[in-house]
């Protein structure tokens, strides 16, 4: 069965201190791994997609990553507005999402 | 570009109405939409696929006959909550894909519709 488990569920942090999401999955047939920010009350934004094992992609303080097994989320110097649940998802034939990491960042 | 709206962004209905929620594409002619639905806490959940001109699939689990979907435009799609009941409330977000100029495989999603079931 295709899988996605993000960790950590929730994650507070003091502004400028930097820190890692991860995404762990397991399916079959992967067509790309996305992560999206989610505000609360909105629909998901897209951050990256990463295509295969090795590649990377940065935007501003984040930088995505990928292997063959997971998938990590680098957050550089946050600040306060980089809060919001970042999503993972996984695209087979369709999008499987993992449950989210709620990031906090305190001034 | 790749900018999906919908409409309402929040409806309350009466146990036993139904609520139609509408997805557009703004820019751009989108060959297939999907809804989900999200409650709170949680992760998205995928309710069914659209094509343009074709009858919706749904997920293992949705009714069909209680979740209308029509897809009868490249930027339109409607999901419409047959009699609804309290249980029905929730976040229901559609996205769109197949635009020129992006990957086949990006989704873009709309802002969301919370629905409340009274």
């Known amino acids: 069965e295709d899988q996605v488990t993000q960790s950590p569920e929730a994650l507070r942090l003091q502004e400028g201190e930097s820190s890692s999401l991860n995404c762990s999955y397991t399916v079959s047939g992967l067509r790309g791994l996305f992560w999206y920010r989610q505000d609360p009350g909105k629909g998901p934004e897209f951050l990256f997609t990463?295509?295969?094992a090795g590649e990377e992609k940065e935007k501003e303080r984040l930088k995505a990553t990928l292997t063959k097994k997971e998938s990590f989320l680098h957050i550089t110097a946050p600040k306060p507005e980089d809060s919001a649940t970042y999503l993972c998802?996984?695209?087979?034939?369709?999008?499987?999402f993992g449950t989210g990491t709620r990031l906090q960042v305190f001034p | 570009g790749a900018v999906v709206s919908q409409h309402p962004s929040w409806v309350i209905c009466k146990s036993g109405t139904s609520v139609k929620i509408e997805c557009r594409s703004l820019?751009?002619?989108?060959?297939?939409m999907f809804w989900y639905r999200q409650f709170p806490k949680q992760s998205l959940m995928l309710m069914a696929t659209?094509?343009?001109?074709?009858?919706?699939?749904?997920e293992q689990g949705v009714e069909k006959d209680k979740f209308l979907i029509n897809h009868a435009s490249l930027t339109l799609s409607t999901l419409t909550v047959t009699s609804a009941h309290p249980e029905d409330s929730s976040f229901y977000i559609c996205?769109?894909?197949?635009?020129?100029?992006?990957?086949?495989?990006?989704?873009?999603f709309g802002p969301g519709t919370r629905l409340t079931v009274l």
């Open positions: 820019d751009f002619q989108a060959t297939t």
């Open positions: 996205s769109a894909r197949g635009l020129a100029g992006y990957s086949y495989n990006e989704q873009f």
């Open positions: 659209s094509n343009e001109g074709s009858k919706a699939t749904y």
């Open positions: 990463l295509y295969s």
């Open positions: 998802a996984v695209n087979t034939d369709k999008l499987i």
